[in-house]
């Protein structure tokens, strides 16, 4: 069936390093892509998107790379803080639908 | 502007019965998505509406059912509940198709 994956359901780095979760997705229709933050006991959060006819989009600290050749999407947090800890979803929106089709998710821990 | 509301935020029923959740967008979004959340499956898409018209069907059984009412609100109802249909039911509304979706904090449906 569809579906976007992650590479790695957990990460682990310094409060103060870059982190970069990583995301392949297999739909080819899909032309709008989106991260998404869920901390415990929440609704996934906004973070950042992207749509097929860009390469690269910077937001506060957070940039998402769309590689369509290799079908890969990636976040990447500059200076990750404690409050950055939780997990991530990429998902991706086949055109023209409100679907919105979701990896399995990143789980975010930074370290003091 | 208030967020995506959703109710009951908890909710623990036995198997047999049936349930109804409600959701109420974004004021001015038209557009509202339902996802099913389980440790083991992640996110996983249930339908979307817009203007009262459902527009998107994910892969649930029939005993999944959903509705928008003319001021964008929705509900959906879940028969003959069954232990696997234990989950997080998110909601989530946008302006329009393929725009960017607001998470409501979910309601918690547990089945004993």
């Known amino acids: 069936g569809e579906s976007v994956g992650l590479h790695l359901p957990t990460l682990s780095v310094q409060e103060g390093d870059n982190s970069i979760i990583n995301c392949a997705y297999s739909?080819?229709?899909?032309?709008?892509f989106i991260w998404y933050k869920q901390e415990s006991g929440k609704g996934p959060q906004f973070i950042i998107d992207?749509?097929?006819?860009?390469d690269k989009r910077q937001g506060q600290r957070v940039t998402v790379l769309l590689n369509k050749t290799v079908k890969h999407l990636s976040l990447q947090i500059a200076a990750t803080q404690p409050g950055d800890s939780a997990v991530y979803f990429c998902?991706?929106?086949?055109?023209?639908?409100?679907?919105?089709?979701f990896g399995q998710g990143t789980t975010l821990q930074v370290k003091p | 502007k208030a967020g995506v509301t959703q109710t009951p935020r908890y909710l623990i029923k036995t198997r047999g019965q049936q349930v109804t959740l409600s959701c109420s967008p974004i004021?001015?979004?038209?557009?509202v998505s339902w996802y099913q959340q389980t440790p083991g499956q992640g996110l996983q898409f249930l339908f979307e509406?817009?203007?009262?018209?459902?527009?998107n069907k994910g892969n649930f059984p029939g005993r999944f059912s959903g509705r928008q009412f003319s001021n964008s609100r929705s509900e959906m109802n879940v028969s003959t509940l069954e232990l696997g249909d234990s989950a997080l039911y998110l909601c989530?509304?946008?302006?329009?198709?393929?725009?960017?979706?607001?998470f409501g904090p979910g309601t918690r449906l547990t089945v004993l």
């Open positions: 989530a509304s946008s302006l329009a198709v393929e725009n960017e979706q607001f």
């Open positions: 004021s001015g979004h038209r557009s």
């Open positions: 998902a991706e929106t086949p055109s023209n639908t409100g679907k919105l089709i």
């Open positions: 992207i749509r097929s006819n860009m």
């Open positions: 509406y817009f203007s009262e018209t459902q527009r």
């Open positions: 739909n080819s229709a899909s032309d709008y």
